[in-house]
């Protein structure tokens, strides 16, 4: 036995969970799960692969006689000219051969010393590439976390990064898995190789078919979005290759299920982590995560640590709005492939049904953003979405945790508004928060304003490009967004979470006790039904504001040109006055956006013991840090939110602010009350900082 132990190959930072082998089960439910995703259109056709590879070769063409411009503009000598080369290289779901049809290339552009970033780069290839005909949608995000430009060449989307390494000349066979290729690398450029050397790490890891499989369960389920705070795919990539090492031997299926099973018990915020963080390896000390050491690594709620050296921290914008939202999905995948072993589900459609994200909420977020033509309105939707996750933070922040917000992880188009598009996100209380905490509702109008100014901030913003922030109610979601334009029925029947719901809310005692409680059900719809026609009525004839945000808010979420009061001296009798709230008034009505699925509890299995087991590796770790953190983690800028506190996207706790607000402030004492039976328009300036 001690030999067994002994020569027992470990795959990761810990022993495997389990060495078992597919049973024959698992191969016939392997090949159903592979015929879905085949049917479900995941994988592209040999005849857009070879379009994908000579657009490739196209784009290293592109930057090839770029880099000969600079080399000559320069003044090099013209052996430095006759050698001057950059090289294109691909990452993310591309190079991992998991991409699907029409899905973007992740590709890094490295080039040499003297080709810069801002001028090189972002000047000169930027202007070759806009008068290239086959090049569209050309954009670019310099001031990003990982700076980019994004484009279309010939049809096929492009993010493009790039890497200027301290080189005078660039090898076609340059390996990127060197420690040696980030000496004297600045910091952008670091964050811009690590995707490569990242999926060089964990290609042999990764098994195809489930980190395709997981892709479009986190597509479908709203939860695939790095930029809203979500997971992107490094990301999902490194959660497989995590469960592909604790079962070396499983199928798909099996890894399927056990990839909701260890990620539901998973005790955040231990890290993920493929390989054992070696700060030794390499003498050019650059910073790895490391919570004993950074302060602030120990307030990431989510660390998945990268594989390649500097290890660091992907998901470090993930909140705990969207890190609850995210475990609440692990539980229902867990639920539904423990059906679907028990054969109680419907094949694999049960695991793939999309989110029904505007149904789940009563009360909303919209932000409108405009511009003056097609290519500033590219540019500026860019812009805004990459600080959408702020707004999730401040929220939090100024709130403490008691309002929830769900950003939806994509923006959507009004064709009757060409030149505008709109960012949505969901609303509620934190369960468990009394009605009235403290006898005072929500107040974010100074947060909203807080957002204003840090998207105004935009290095290239210019007349024209504009953004506005509505509140609006469920009944209130303009139409565009719904497939067809058309709004469906709430609370549709067949799918798993209604079924879930019902087995829940309506316990099967008998055929005469099912009809009745059945016809009582639809009795209740109807009458709350008619309720909610007559609250909407009422909302589409009053004007008088019962949400008071310092923000533009129209009728379905349109911004209006009228200027009007805040709140009128009715509505803020009606504030006064209210004593119920709608998250906690209509037990009917609410809807939350993960519900626990009811669901016969399974006896813990010796697998399940040692998914336990293996989180005690990094307490040690884990536990020095929260203690530490626990009597120096509070900030000093109670009333103030900087905007670097924002920027690096690190939740910290804090202390009650001190209210300094002028005279003029305090008369916008009316506030985001989420309990409110009308709904109006308001105007707002918008504000630039400058």
Known sequence: MASVQKNRQRYGITEPISLGGPTELDVIKTRALEKYLQDAGLYESNEEALRREEVLGRLDEIVKTWIKKISRDKGLSDETLEQANAKIFTFGSYRLKVHGPGADIDTLCVGPRYATRGNGFFGELHRMLSELPEVTELHSVPDAYVPLMGFKLNGVSIDLLYAKLPLWIIPEDLDLSADSILQNADEQTVRSLNGCRVTDQIFRLSFRTTLRCIRFWAKKRGVYSNVSGFLGGINWALLVARICQLYPNALPNMLVSRFFRVYTQWRWPNPILLCSIDEEVSSLGLQVWDPRRNPKDGLHKM???????????????????????????????????????????????????????????????????????????????????????????????????????????????????????????????????????????????????????????????IPGMEVSVSHIMRRSIPSFVFPGGARPLRNSK????????????????????????????????????????KLTDQSRNSKRVAVSVHVENGENGSPSSSAGSICSAPMKDHCTKSESDPFSKDAGESHHPIEKIATRQVSPSQESAEVEDNFGFINQMVKQVSNKGASSGTTTNGSSFSNEAVEELEDVQMQQPVMTHKASVQQLKPIIKLNFTSLSTTNAKNLRAY
């Not at 209380?429 to 009605?435: A, L, M, S």
């Not at 079924?499 to 099912?514: A, D, F, I, L």
């Not at 009582?520 to 309720?531: D, G, T």
Request: charged share 25%.
């Open 494 to 533: 067949g799918t798993w979470d209604s079924k879930r719901c019902s087995e829940q809310r309506v316990p099967s005692t008998g055929s005469s006790s099912t009809t009745t409680t059945s016809s009582e059900s639809k009795a209740v719809k109807k009458r709350k039904l008619r309720e909610d026609e």
């Open 303 to 461: 660390p998945i640590i990268t594989p390649a050296y500097p290890c660091m921290n992907s998901s470090y914008n993930v909140s705990s709005s969207t890190l609850r939202i995210m475990t609440g999905e692990f539980q229902r995948g867990k639920d539904v492939c423990a059906a679907l072993e028990a054969n109680k589900a419907d094949q694999w459609d049960a695991l793939f049904e999309p989110f029904a994200f505007f149904e789940s909420y009563k009360n909303y977020l919209q932000i409108n953003i405009s511009a003056s033509n097609v290519d500033d309105l590219k540019k500026w939707k860019g812009w805004v979405e990459s600080r959408f996750r702020q707004l999730t933070l401040m929220v939090e922040r100024h709130t403490y945790d008691m309002l929830q917000c769900h950003p939806h992880p994509h923006g959507f188009q009004d064709d009757s508004r060409p030149l505008q598009c709109s960012l949505f996100m969901g609303l509620q209380r934190k369960q468990g928060v009394p009605e009235a905490a403290g006898g005072k509702p929500f107040d974010i109008r100074r947060t909203i304003e807080d957002f204003k100014n840090i998207v105004y901030g935009y290095m290239l913003w």
